[in-house]
């Protein structure tokens, strides 16, 4: 205390006798710790490990098991180094010592460096050494540390352990025992991050190997992480494996656009050809971590069936031609609908899977055309009033007192977000008030799970705030609310009735929009959401079908596939004059499109995306385009030039680089002023645009209780489906799910079926016949079918049941 | 007198009438496991008299008694159990009774031939420390003394020792038996409580995981070794002046030493601590009474199978922790392994590095690793195809486990100096360096004995490192 009175008043004195700039003593940080490191005085902060202290200081240390994502074991031992405390100097493991004061790390000491070298020469003691043959060599951390911190040469002349190898622990991922230094990262990866501990150790001493559970493969939808943190090549990839060498991949960092996470990754490529995405370690968003879904869905970018070449439908069907003409059939058709039915007929119905400047583009043709029908979403998400609510990015839910999950299951949609989450509960870090239909991948971290009836949500959270317990909890700190649509089968009014009365209730609460598609929100935010219902996807479709629509133009988008209503789909793609079809694949509705335009996928194109916070990061271009394909938006610049008689001269018309487009947007769209070409280059984390405030339309309706004899139907998505950018990847594609009716195993019984069984469901409208499958985790009188799965049966497609109007589809049970 | 086992391999017990007797001094009834038997013979006093004077003298006595405990550290019993934080709940006392060092079995006796001491031993030590659980952790081949704690239980449960108001008091404890799974790492108090949380027996690194204050399921928790708590009743009963009265001030009381090898009376032995020296266990009439068939001592191992050797040279050093580590080893679990002059050195070392190299968890590198690895060199040195470089190589391999001047003890044949315990470690736990201490003493103390096994090696090429 009295030192500091007499500095201020010295600081004082100074400022009186001389004018001159005296810098103010900077306050002391009360989180500082001042050790000394290898001689010299450096400072860190209180709880860091003296690892990470050391290796922000300039002195790296070896290690292998140490994650900086991941709980310490000090395990490999390969971090010792000797640390005095005052006792002398003693060899600690790095990664389990926290720094406190006037602690002394030598790093560089003649027993760390003995301690080290012993433990590398131990851990290749019965490493295979077979680097030439291997796919990590050459990013292998053993292999860079054997060579930076090893003997030189191995004295082991014992026969080394033998296992068969490789052996396939799941689908996706191989494991080489030989090869395994039991880090137990990938162990503690399965265990403590995803929460499927699904591999684990076996065995004990110099026989202990990591091995999956008898009969149960390492099921994981993260499980490509393990081999991504593997720090030997033990675990590998089956897309990646023996495709490439390290030093051949050339790599740039981009933004994935699987889903709407936005996870940060490196797209590495060889002879022009992306072979491996990996998770890059991303503070406000994945940390590093990616779903598998996201990670090897590459594979469906060099698929021999992308679309290749514009397409025009003639008498013999769709005919390959070239972009000339199929630009000219296109701007025809325009012309031809704006003649023939004015700019109400047209339609623009996708746009979520491109670039924000893709959809920013097609936006401003679309304003131009005067068209109003434009929706990205599918009628499978929420409408685009949520955005206007206080945002709140991951790090702020995941922070937050509380969390009320108020929609789909995360671990399916959204898979880093769900890591994220669920580390946060893990942590205590917050708590999880989960509102769905039946048991989530968060289920078992929340602190307090309802289980509304589809449809009732509104209900629920008005009985959940009356609960004082609960009532202190809301009270205790910030509330986000993560919502999204957690059943195609029923309205999302019912979502957003419940969303209210949330907001009602907790004013200050901001909300982390759980829609999926890949650039939704930046489609939603750069102009192609629709002004109202009257005109989103489920009202254009419905227009379509009644004949109103002359030009339906699917940008990306595949309504026979996607939409939930599988039969308004299908009455309107055939009720629609002609089609416009923009894409990478051929779908069921590229199918019936009159002209097929290919367009750049993911890699081949520049440009930003933005995540579920607003987030907007860089989409990197990282090969050319497959065959004669497009990005998105330069075939909205082309036909902007080619109708300027009727669009005037839009300034996209003119741009001739993705950055021109970039700045444009930010010029123009209000919210993404600082989202400059310049800015996104410059910032790793992105830059986070504000929403812009606007109210919730409209409150929505509660469906009514069900009645004991029917069954409420969920339908939601899984992460592995049979949309086209997982069926087109090798690897994932074998992992869809099958189309069955899961049952709690009590109504099953009730209704006298059994797993395996057909039972028929059946609506006022149509019916499916789908196999039972008993899963407790389905609420008692719930069914619930997975969306857009695969099916080999015939029965029908549960998507034909869904009425897009209805408030909810209850269904009967009947058991064939 | 003496008594035998219920079965045939239980090693004889001799115990001195004359001298003072805390803890064995049922073992001669041959229905010392029962209630019966165990109140006739002044059972659950210390349970009355603690619940008498209430949990703060209690654990009062304990502290002043000084018992240590007995599981191989040999820290103060009443300081550890002054290591929880106050005010958290639910904290747990676990019973380490997962015995396994190879020559040690005083546990074993404890738990097959007084379960109702330990009993109420668990009972003292969780009234006077404040546990609301307690948890008996027996290794897995301990068939009998599972089947007679099980019993004493249910007797104790029936008859209101343990259980829910204990004696009409509002004291209540449960006590829940574990058998182990068979591993020695379990030994080790973290490995233990993962062990009874029913995950791997792999230990974890303190800090941040010290029982006390992160043990069972998070939670505070004392770990007590089984002879430990079998002091307890009678502090509990007699008072602690009655206890530092036996032994030394610095460790007072009495303590159990097994003693195997090539003795004529191989058995268990209660000592009073510090008066007894290594030549007295050895040859002493009261005691293991000299090496079978006259021959000359070679070597013993003072203090269970991890502990490096003590030659002729250390006979009269007197049986107590401080004196132990000056000469260069260590009492550990309390049990002696005489070898005679008839011991082939290299193939007792084999039989020790070949248990701890196969207890490894796996954990650890340097363990795991590297006990195999000397596994392999001491192997092929007994199977005849070593070389003189495997000597050397031993040493090297043993540097990555201990680093840093390995304990041994002197030797006046060698001219050698003794290096006092401890040693340096890499790795978590003991189980690494127990591989590595025997055979570096056996080889240390008789490099003779091994050169006469090797052949000369070949001239080794050095490849040189290419210099960039």
Redesign the interface.
């Known amino acids: 205390m009295s030192e500091d009175v007499t500095t201020e008043t010295e600081d004082a004195s100074a400022e009186d006798d001389v004018a001159v700039d005296v810098e103010p003593e900077p306050e002391p940080d009360p989180n500082a710790v001042t050790i000394e490191l290898n001689g010299r005085s450096v400072e860190a902060r209180k709880g860091e490990l003296v690892i990470a202290a050391a290796e922000r200081h300039g002195s790296y240390i070896p290690h292998f098991c140490y994650h900086p994502r991941m709980s310490s074991v000090g395990m490999c031992r390969q971090c010792l180094v000797e640390v005095d405390t005052g006792r002398g100097p003693q060899l600690q493991p790095s990664c389990m010592i926290t720094v406190s004061p006037d602690m002394k790390v030598d790093t560089e000491s003649a027993t760390t460096k003995r301690a080290q070298e012993g433990m590398l020469e131990l851990l290749l003691a019965n490493h295979p050494l077979d680097c030439p043959v291997c796919d990590k060599g050459g990013e292998c951390p053993l292999q860079d540390q054997a060579f930076s911190h090893g003997p030189g040469e191995s004295r082991y002349v014992e026969e080394k352990r033998h296992y068969e190898k490789p052996i396939p622990i799941s689908e996706l991922v191989l494991l080489d025992r030989e090869r395994c230094i039991l880090c137990d990262r990938c162990t503690r990866f399965a265990d403590e991050v995803a929460g499927d501990k699904l591999i684990h150790f076996i065995e004990r001493g110099n026989q202990t190997q990591v091995m999956t559970f008898p009969d149960e493969p390492f099921v994981s939808y993260f499980s490509g992480n393990t081999v991504q943190i593997c720090p030997v090549g033990a675990l590998t990839a089956e897309p990646y494996r023996f495709k490439a060498r390290p030093w051949d991949l050339g790599q740039q960092e981009s933004t994935c656009m699987g889903c709407s996470t936005g996870c940060r990754i490196v797209v590495q490529s060889s002879r022009d050809e992306v072979l491996r995405y990996n998770g890059v370690d991303s503070e406000p968003v994945n940390h590093g971590w990616l779903c598998d879904r996201g990670r090897f869905g590459f594979e469906a970018l060099s698929s021999e069936h992308r679309l290749t070449e514009p397409m025009v439908r003639t008498d013999v069907g769709l005919t390959p031609t070239s972009w000339t003409s199929a630009m000219a059939a296109t701007t025809g058709l325009i012309r031809q609908a704006l003649e023939s039915g004015g700019p109400s007929s047209i339609a623009l119905i996708g746009g979520a899977r491109g670039t924000n400047e893709d959809a920013f583009a097609w936006a401003q043709l679309a304003d131009g055309l005067g068209i109003e029908f434009r929706d990205p979403q599918l009628g499978d998400g929420l409408p685009a009033a949520i955005l206007g609510l206080p945002r709140a990015t991951i790090d702020e839910a995941c922070s937050a007192g509380t969390v009320i999950l108020l929609g789909p299951d995360v671990k399916e949609e959204l898979g880093a977000l769900y890591l994220r989450l669920r580390g946060a509960a893990r942590d205590g870090a917050t708590k999880i008030i989960e509102i769905a239909p039946n048991d989530t991948g968060l289920t078992n971290m929340a602190w307090k799970s309802l289980r509304p009836q589809p449809g009732r949500q509104a209900s629920a959270v008005r009985e959940l705030f009356a609960d004082p317990e609960i009532a202190e909890q809301i009270a205790s700190g910030d509330v986000v609310v993560v919502v999204g649509r957690s059943n195609l089968a029923e309205s999302p009014a019912a979502t957003m009735a419940a969303l209210s009365e949330i907001v009602e209730a907790v004013p200050t609460a901001t909300v982390l929009p759980a829609l999926r598609r890949g650039n939704v929100i930046g489609a939603l935010s750069v102009g192609l959401a629709p002004a109202d219902a009257d005109h989103d996807a489920i009202a254009t479709l419905e227009a379509a079908a009644g004949g109103k629509i002359e030009l339906l133009i699917l940008l990306g988008a595949d309504p026979l596939c996607d939409v939930p209503d599988h039969d308004l789909a299908r009455r309107a793609l055939a009720g629609a004059r002609s089609i416009v079809s923009i894409d990478t694949f051929p779908t069921e509705s590229t199918r019936q499109a009159d002209v097929v335009l290919p367009a750049a996928a993911f890699t081949e194109k520049a440009g930003s995306t933005t995540n579920i916070e607003g987030r907007v990061n860089d989409v990197a271009h990282r090969v050319t385009t497959k065959g004669t394909s497009r990005p998105d938006w330069m075939i909205a610049a082309e036909l902007a030039l080619d109708l300027d008689d009727i669009v005037g001269d839009l300034p996209i018309a003119m741009a001739t680089s993705v950055e021109e487009i970039t700045d444009l947007l930010a010029a123009t769209v209000p919210g993404f002023a600082a989202v400059t070409s310049e800015a996104v280059e410059r910032e790793v984390d992105g830059v986070v645009v504000e929403s812009q405030p606007s109210d919730l339309a409209d409150r929505g309706d509660e469906a009514s209780v069900r009645n004991s004899y029917s069954y409420r139907l969920v339908v939601s998505h899984k992460m592995f489906d049979r949309a086209i950018g997982t069926a087109m990847s090798r690897g994932i594609s074998k992992l869809s799910v099958s189309a069955a009716a899961h049952l709690h195993p009590l109504d099953a019984d009730q209704l006298g079926a059994g797993e395996g069984g057909d039972v028929r469901l059946v609506t006022d409208r149509s019916s499916v016949v789908l196999p039972v499958v008993l899963d407790p985790r389905i609420e008692r009188g719930n069914v619930w079918v997975p969306f857009n799965a695969s099916s080999d049966q015939g029965g029908g497609r549960v998507e034909s049941i869904i009425d897009a109007r209805a408030a909810v589809t209850d269904v009967k049970i009947e058991v064939l | 007198m003496t008594a035998q086992g219920s079965y045939a391999w239980t090693p004889g017990y001799f115990y001195d009438w004359e001298s003072t007797e805390i803890f064995t001094g049922r073992f001669p009834y041959e229905d010392s496991y029962t209630l019966d038997r165990y109140l006739e013979t002044g059972g659950y006093e210390g349970l009355k008299r603690a619940l008498e004077i209430g949990p703060e003298a209690m654990s009062g006595e304990v502290k002043d008694s000084t018992l240590l405990g007995r599981g191989g550290a040999g820290f103060p019993a009443g300081v550890k159990w002054g290591f929880t934080p106050q005010g958290v709940w639910p904290r747990y006392l676990v019973v380490n009774g997962d015995e396994s060092e190879p020559g040690t079995y005083k546990d074993r006796l404890l738990m097959e031939r007084d379960p109702h001491q330990l009993i109420e031993g668990c009972l003292i030590a969780c009234y006077a420390a404040g546990l609301s659980q307690c948890f008996l952790y027996v290794r897995g081949e301990m068939a009998l003394a599972h089947e007679r704690i099980a019993g004493a239980l249910d007797e104790a449960y029936a008859a209101g020792y343990v259980g829910t108001d204990i004696l009409g008091t509002d004291f209540s404890v449960d006590i829940i038996l574990h058998w182990g799974a068979g ?1 020695y790492v379990v030994g080790e108090e973290t490995a233990l409580i993962e062990s009874l949380e029913g995950e ?1 027996g792999m230990p974890r ?1 303190k ?2 995981y010290f029982p006390a204050a992160i043990g069972l399921y998070g939670q505070p928790t004392i770990v007590n070794n089984v002879e430990t708590l079998a002091n307890l009743p009678y502090i509990a009963a007699n008072g602690s002046a009655a206890y530092t009265a036996i032994g030394t001030e610095t460790s007072p009381g009495t303590r159990m030493i097994a003693v195997s090898g090539h003795v004529k009376r191989p058995g268990v032995y209660e000592i009073v601590n510090g008066s007894t020296t290594f030549r007295d266990l050895i040859y002493g009439d009261d005691f293991a009474q000299g090496i079978r068939d006259d021959n000359d001592l070679k070597a013993f191992v003072p203090g269970g199978g991890s502990a490096p050797w003590f030659l002729p040279d250390q006979l009269d050093i007197p049986f107590e922790g401080k004196e132990a580590s000056a000469a260069g080893s260590m009492l550990g679990s309390g049990a002696v392994m005489v070898m005679d002059s008839t011991t082939d050195i290299p193939e007792a070392a084999l039989t020790l590095v070949r248990f701890y ?10 363990c ?6 000397l596994l ?2 001491v192997e092929r040195i007994c199977s005849g195809h070593g070389t003189t470089a495997d000597l050397d ?1 031993i040493l ?2 043993g ?2 486990i201990c ?2 001047d390995m304990p041994h003890a002197s030797s006046e044949r060698l001219g050698l100096e003794a290096v006092p315990f401890p040693y ?1 470690m ?3 736990c003991f189980v690494g360096p127990s591989a590595y201490a025997p055979i570096h003493s056996a080889l240390t103390l008789f490099r003779d004995e091994f050169e006469a096994k090797v052949s000369p090696s070949p001239k080794r090429v050095r ?1 040189p ?1 290419a210099v960039a």
């Open positions: 591993a791997r690194l800090p941040p190299a196969h207890e490894s968890c796996g954990k650890c590198v340097p795991r690793e590297g006990g195999t690895w392999r060199i190589q090297e391999v540097q990555s680093p840093g340096k890499t790795t978590i490849i490192v």
